[in-house]
Nanobody, 124 residues
Framework: QVQLMESGGGSVQAGGSLRLSCVAS?????MGWFRQAPGKQREGVAT??????QYADSVKGRFTISRDNAWSTLYLQMNNLKPEDTAMFYC??????????????????????WGQGTQVTVSS
């Protein structure tokens, strides 16, 4: 199983920016970012595989997902953060077909490696 470690979370004012990083123990095909607020269902934020990226509608134009050339480090640049972005953010890795959809829970279930999460808090 791939080992994942997130970092970069923190507390910021609305409109601020954060850059999350996720280091993987080895190269993987599909990687994605997910988030879960207290009492809410975990939701997909962004995914990337073979240079193809997908974003949830709520973050389009504000977030950018990327990874290094070795596909071992995943990033999420978050700009113009909003209070509703407050959540625990998780990095995930899986086979290429896990990146079939950002929002489909079936696709989310295909990820077989998950990080411990990094907290993002955005205040008004």
């Amino acid at each position: 199983q791939v080992q994942l470690m997130e970092s970069g979370g923190g507390s910021v004012q609305a409109g601020g920016s954060l850059r999350l990083s996720c280091v993987a123990s080895n190269s993987v095909n599909c990687m994605g970012w997910f988030r879960q607020a207290p009492g809410k269902q975990r939701e997909g934020v962004a995914t990337t595989v073979n240079d193809i990226s997908q974003y949830a509608d709520s973050v389009k134009g504000r977030f950018t997902i990327s990874r290094d050339n070795a596909w071992s480090t995943l990033y999420l640049q978050m700009n113009n953060l909003k209070p509703e972005d407050t959540a625990m953010f998780y990095c995930a890795a899986g086979p290429y077909y896990a990146c079939d959809s950002v929002s489909n829970p079936v696709s989310q279930g295909r990820y077989n490696s998950w990080g411990q999460g990094t907290q993002v808090t955005v205040s008004s």
